[in-house]
Protein backbone atom coordinates (compact mmCIF):
# COMPACT_ATOMS: atom_id res chain seq x y z
CA UNK A 1 0.00 0.00 0.00
CA UNK A 2 1.41 3.50 -1.14
CA UNK A 3 0.86 6.32 1.22
CA UNK A 4 1.98 9.48 1.01
CA UNK A 5 4.39 11.45 3.38
CA UNK A 6 1.53 13.39 4.57
CA UNK A 7 -0.90 10.77 5.80
CA UNK A 8 2.78 8.69 7.20
CA UNK A 9 2.87 12.02 9.02
CA UNK A 10 -0.94 12.31 10.24
CA UNK A 11 -0.47 8.72 11.60
CA UNK A 12 2.98 9.47 13.72
CA UNK A 13 0.90 12.49 15.11
CA UNK A 14 -1.92 10.46 16.19
CA UNK A 15 -0.13 7.51 17.73
CA UNK A 16 2.29 10.15 19.38
CA UNK A 17 -0.10 12.15 21.01
CA UNK A 18 -2.14 8.67 21.82
CA UNK A 19 1.77 7.86 23.82
CA UNK A 20 1.99 10.89 25.55
CA UNK A 21 -1.71 10.97 26.94
CA UNK A 22 -0.54 7.59 28.09
CA UNK A 23 0.27 7.35 32.13
CA UNK A 24 2.62 4.20 31.05
CA UNK A 25 4.49 6.12 28.59
CA UNK A 26 7.42 8.61 29.37
CA UNK A 27 9.22 10.04 26.54
CA UNK A 28 12.74 10.44 26.80
CA UNK A 29 13.08 12.61 23.77
CA UNK A 30 10.86 15.67 22.77
CA UNK A 31 7.48 14.75 21.29
CA UNK A 32 9.05 15.70 17.36
CA UNK A 33 11.93 13.12 17.68
CA UNK A 34 9.59 10.54 18.91
CA UNK A 35 7.40 11.39 15.71
CA UNK A 36 9.45 10.91 13.36
CA UNK A 37 10.84 7.79 14.57
CA UNK A 38 7.64 6.51 14.17
CA UNK A 39 6.57 7.52 10.92
CA UNK A 40 10.28 6.15 9.89
CA UNK A 41 9.06 2.70 11.35
CA UNK A 42 5.25 3.08 9.65
CA UNK A 43 7.16 3.55 6.13
CA UNK A 44 9.78 0.99 6.75
CA UNK A 45 6.63 -1.32 7.40
CA UNK A 46 5.02 -0.23 4.73
CA UNK A 47 7.66 -1.25 2.05
CA UNK A 48 8.03 -4.41 3.36
CA UNK A 49 4.57 -5.27 3.28
CA UNK A 50 4.85 -3.64 -0.78
CA UNK A 51 8.69 -5.79 -1.39
CA UNK A 52 6.35 -9.09 -0.03
CA UNK A 53 3.14 -8.09 -1.66
CA UNK A 54 5.01 -8.03 -5.45
CA UNK A 55 7.39 -10.80 -4.50
CA UNK A 56 3.80 -13.08 -3.94
CA UNK A 57 2.04 -10.96 -7.33
CA UNK A 58 5.61 -12.19 -8.88
CA UNK A 59 5.71 -15.98 -7.83
CA UNK A 60 1.52 -15.58 -9.20
CA UNK A 61 3.14 -14.30 -12.77
CA UNK A 62 5.40 -16.99 -13.18
CA UNK A 63 3.25 -19.64 -13.04
CA UNK A 64 3.08 -22.08 -16.21
CA UNK A 65 -0.69 -20.93 -17.18
CA UNK A 66 -2.26 -17.47 -16.44
CA UNK A 67 -4.23 -17.07 -12.99
CA UNK A 68 -6.72 -14.29 -13.23
CA UNK A 69 -6.52 -11.91 -10.42
CA UNK A 70 -9.46 -11.91 -8.20
CA UNK A 71 -10.33 -15.90 -9.33
CA UNK A 72 -10.57 -17.87 -6.12
CA UNK A 73 -7.08 -19.81 -7.49
CA UNK A 74 -5.52 -16.71 -7.59
CA UNK A 75 -6.37 -15.49 -4.20
CA UNK A 76 -5.71 -18.68 -2.43
CA UNK A 77 -2.24 -18.86 -3.97
CA UNK A 78 -1.68 -15.04 -2.84
CA UNK A 79 -1.95 -15.70 0.37
CA UNK A 80 0.02 -18.74 0.25
CA UNK A 81 2.67 -17.35 -1.69
CA UNK A 82 2.73 -13.76 1.11
CA UNK A 83 2.61 -16.06 4.15
CA UNK A 84 5.76 -17.85 2.86
CA UNK A 85 7.78 -14.50 2.48
CA UNK A 86 6.23 -13.23 5.94
CA UNK A 87 8.22 -16.19 7.27
CA UNK A 88 11.62 -15.74 4.75
CA UNK A 89 11.59 -12.38 7.42
CA UNK A 90 11.33 -14.37 10.28
CA UNK A 91 7.88 -12.12 11.00
Known amino acids: M ?11 HIVADALAEMSEVEFLEDRNTIRLEIRKILEELLNQEERIDQAARQKIENQKRTIL ?12 YYNEEVKKLGA
Do not use: F, P
Open 69 to 80: EGSQEWDILYRK
Open 2 to 12: RVNRDKANKVA
